[in-house]
C-alpha cells in the first residue's frame, strides 16, 4: 500500500519544520509522498517545504478544506492521509493507517490526537476520553474525524466528490459522513498524532469544547459548520 500525505498550510514556518522532519522519520514499508498545499504564505512556509517536502504546491488564499482539496488533486497514490502543519507524527503513523484500511471493507481510518505542549488535564483527557468517544462514534455511524489524523482509500474520496471546499472548518467530519456510503470509516488508536495546543490557549477550555461540540452536532445534522474560523498562529 502507497500513501499520499497531504498537509494544508498558512502562515506556518514556526511549527512546520518540526512535522515534515518527523514524516521523514516514518518506519513504513510502502512508498509515500509529502504534498504541502501552501495557501500564500507571507513568512518562510513555502521554503521551508521546498526543502523538506516532496511537493509544494502555491495556491490563492481559500479555505482550509480548498488546501487539502488542491494537495490531493495534486497526489498521486492510493491512499490520501491528512494532517496539519502543526503536528509531530510518530515514526509508525503511516504503518498504523495502512493496517486498518487493510480491511477491504474500510474506506477510511482515522486515529487519537494528543497534545504536543499539554499539562496533565489535557494529556488525560486526549489519552482516556477522546478514544472511547471516537469508538463511540464510529459505532454509531457518526465518526467525529480529526483532519490532523485520517486517511481514505482514493477511490472512495472521487466517489464522494472530494472536499466541500466552502468550509472553513469540520470539512474533515463532512467528507466522511459522505464517504461511509461507501466504505467503513474505522477508529485506530495505535495512530496518534502530536497537535499543537495554541487554539486552547488563546480560547480557553469552554470555548473550544463548545466550539466543536455545536459544530459537530451541526455537521451531522445539517451538513454545515460554521464558516468563520479565525486563525491562531
Not at 54 to 82: L, N
Not at 139 to 155: E, L, M, Q, T, Y
Not at 197 to 202: A, C, E, G, P, Q
Request: aromatic share 10%; with cysteine.
Amino acid at each position: 500500500m502507497d500513501i499520499s500525505v497531504v498537509i494544508p498550510a498558512y502562515n506556518e514556518e514556526k511549527y512546520l519544520e518540526r512535522c515534515l522532519k518527523s514524516l521523514q522519520r516514518q518506519q513504513f514499508g510502502g512508498n509515500y509522498e509529502v504534498i504541502v498545499s501552501d495557501d500564500s504564505s507571507t513568512d518562510g512556509t513555502a521554503k521551508l517545504a521546498e526543502a523538506l517536502a516532496d511537493r509544494v504546491i502555491t495556491h490563492p488564499k481559500s479555505t482550509i478544506s480548498q488546501g487539502r482539496q488542491i494537495g490531493a488533486d495534486a497526489s498521486k497514490y492510493e491512499v490520501i492521509a491528512f494532517t496539519d502543519a502543526d503536528t509531530f507524527i510518530p515514526p509508525n503513523w503511516l504503518s498504523s493507517l495502512a493496517s486498518s484500511l487493510e480491511d477491504p471493507e474500510a474506506a477510511g481510518v482515522h486515529g487519537n490526537l494528543m497534545p504536543l505542549d499539554g499539562n496533565r488535564l489535557e494529556n488525560h483527557f486526549c489519552r482516556y476520553v477522546l478514544p472511547p468517544y471516537s469508538k463511540l462514534m464510529v459505532k454509531i455511524n457518526r465518526p467525529s474525524v480529526p483532519g490532523a489524523n485520517f486517511a481514505v482509500r482514493r477511490d472512495a474520496f472521487n466517489k464522494a466528490g472530494g472536499f466541500n471546499v466552502r468550509l472553513s472548518t469540520g470539512e474533515d467530519v463532512e467528507l466522511c459522513n459522505r464517504i461511509k456510503c461507501f466504505g467503513r470509516i474505522l477508529f485506530n488508536p495505535e495512530s496518534v498524532v502530536y497537535v499543537s495546543t495554541r487554539r486552547i490557549r488563546k480560547w480557553g477550555y469552554m470555548k473550544t469544547v463548545s466550539f466543536h461540540i455545536t459544530n459537530t452536532l451541526r455537521l451531522h445534522a445539517f451538513g454545515y459548520g460554521e464558516m468563520e474560523y479565525e486563525p491562531v498562529r
